[in-house]
């Protein structure tokens, strides 16, 4: 069993930046891969970023070059560096980890882009 928390999100201006971050707890499972998603209102859940095993990432075109996706394997932590963040990119993030038995999702982080 994993059980995930998320901080980070929040209300921010266009251009300015945030971390997220996704503590993992638990114990007696095989990562496959992390990852970070999100979900705009009226819109279906997207896969933003993901990292697998040896630390290789892959991003959706759309945050290429502003988001950074990280773990920390001694905090069992998962983070997502956000900068240059635009309007829409508002929406509510969502970690997920993916074990050889199961996905897990955290509760999900409200991330607003407004002026």
């Known amino acids: 069993q994993v059980q995930l928390v998320e901080s980070g999100g929040g209300l921010v201006q266009p251009g300015g930046s945030l971390r997220l971050s996704c503590a993992a707890s638990?114990?007696?499972?095989?990562?496959?891969?992390m990852g970070w998603y999100r979900q705009a209102p009226g819109k279906q859940r997207e896969l933003v970023a993901i990292?697998?095993?040896?630390?290789?990432?892959n991003y959706v075109d759309s945050v290429k070059g502003r988001f950074t996706i990280s773990r920390d394997n001694a905090k069992n932590t998962l983070y997502l560096q956000m900068n240059s963040l635009k309007p829409e990119d508002t929406a509510v993030y969502y970690c997920?980890?993916?074990?050889?038995?199961?996905?897990?999702w955290g509760q999900g982080t409200q991330v607003t882009v407004s002026s």
């Open positions: 990292i697998i095993s040896g630390g290789v990432t």
């Open positions: 997920k980890v993916a074990t050889y038995v199961m996905d897990y």
């Open positions: 638990g114990s007696g499972f095989s990562l496959k891969h």
